[in-house]
């Protein structure tokens, strides 16, 4: 797969022109104090004086920004391929909308949960931590993890009242935790997986085979009564020892790397992927973050540093071979998804079921000021 970027809109100079053009697209204007201009949105400095005493300053709205990059690629994939799953891993956040005259209220976000069949988290069936003071009591937990709590749960309860199932990610590696992490999860109404480290580098010995692991074929991401993720196949050795040890398994859902080490998969190793050991048939995922780029991705060019291209962001300090991504830029939505060089186009061609797109909580380090801009 090779990515033909495609072309970047300059809209901070067509910004300004228009604005003192005084066009009626510039009259359009979000609030007080702001503008709109191609769908953008800009804040006025010094607005109340009636003159541009500064340069327009591009207002983002990262999380309607997010919604809107994985609606295209949905609806991008399903034009080719009808039925392409979407899951969206640190969606969850995303499936309501907040009030923006009360943040206490919050609305379901129906369109996106209409491009998405499911939504993927970590840790949703853990308690909550126990605090304890010097006295040994249990002390009251801070009221933003409190609220921060319950607006995971109300979420929880909007995807799944909206059908969008929500896939519990977590890790554990004593088989008495496994089994709790499993109930817990299965009593909310989630669809688990206990992976033994955050790695995820191998199929879990316990519980043997599969957590429910059952005969039925899937078509859909919501029949699914287990998962399993497999986001790094390095100890599994040659390609076809990690074939075998997948087909040795009966998930209902397989999600790996489209890559084993250099190597991408064939559409041959993925044909076989898609049937349990038991011989019915499952769902194959790739996993694809859309957050960040990689120096070692096959799209990445050796000149390319933060800024350049501008979608390029910082390192990542826990991993400093790979680079934050601005995602509402139109060159990097184009290396992802809407033509026969993007990342998805390459997915399809393989012959994936379908995509857990990782990531989609990156609006919410930008949103908290984690880069200037």
């Keep these: 797969m090779r990515i033909k970027p495609a072309p970047l809109k300059r809209l901070a100079a067509c910004a300004a022109a228009c604005l003192l053009a005084g066009t009626a697209a510039a009259q359009d204007a979000a609030t007080p104090g702001q503008v709109r201009i191609q769908g953008q949105i800009f804040a006025v400095p010094d607005a109340g004086s009636g003159e541009i005493t500064a340069p327009l300053v591009e207002v983002i709205p990262f999380r309607d920004e997010m919604r809107a990059f994985v609606q295209n690629i949905s609806a991008y994939a399903r ?5 392409f799953v979407v899951i969206g891993r640190g969606g969850l956040g995303l499936v309501t909308k907040p009030n923006p005259e009360d943040d206490t209220q ?3 976000a129906r369109t996106f949960m209409r491009a ?12 909550l931590p126990v605090i304890k003071g010097n006295d040994g009591k249990p002390k009251k937990l801070p009221p933003e ?8 749960e109300e979420n929880i309860d909007t995807a799944i009242r909206f059908g969008v199932p929500v896939f519990d990610l977590d890790y554990a590696q004593k088989p008495a935790e496994i089994d709790k992490l499993y ?3 299965a009593k909310r109404g989630l669809i688990p997986f206990v ?4 790695v995820m580098g191998q199929v879990p010995r316990w519980p043997k085979g599969a957590y429910r692991a059952n005969p039925k074929s899937l078509t859909t991401a919501g029949q699914a009564e ?3 993720y497999v986001a790094n196949s390095q100890a599994f050795g040659s390609g076809y020892d990690y074939i075998q040890a997948l087909r040795d398994s009966n998930h209902d859902i397989v999600v790996v790397d489209v890559y084993h080490g250099r190597t991408p998969l064939t559409p041959d190793a993925i044909n076989q992927l898609k049937y349990k050991k038991l011989g019915s048939r499952r769902l194959v995922l790739a996993q694809l973050d859309i957050s960040s780029a990689a120096t070692y991705h096959f799209f990445w060019q050796p000149h390319w540093k933060p800024g350049d291209p501008e979608f ?3 390192p990542i300090a826990e991993d400093p071979d790979r680079h934050r991504v601005r995602y509402w830029k139109e060159q990097w939505q184009g290396i992802v998804s809407g033509n026969t060089s993007s990342y998805i186009y390459g997915i399809i061609d393989l012959g994936f079921d379908g995509v857990v797109l990782n990531g989609l909580d990156a609006w919410h380090f930008y949103e908290t000021g984690g880069e200037d801009e």
Excluded: C, W, Y
């Excluded at 993890?145 to 995971?152: M, S, T």
């Excluded at 992976?195 to 955050?198: F, K, L, R, S």
């Design 79 to 83: 034009s080719l391929k009808p039925g």
């Design 106 to 108: 919050a609305f379901p």
């Design 116 to 127: 998405i069949d499911g939504v993927m988290e970590t840790g949703l069936s853990r308690p």
């Design 145 to 152: 993890v409190l609220d921060a709590h319950k607006r995971q």
């Design 183 to 185: 109930f817990r999860s």
């Design 195 to 198: 992976a033994g480290d955050e």
């Design 226 to 228: 287990n998962f399993l």
């Design 312 to 314: 390029i962001g910082n």
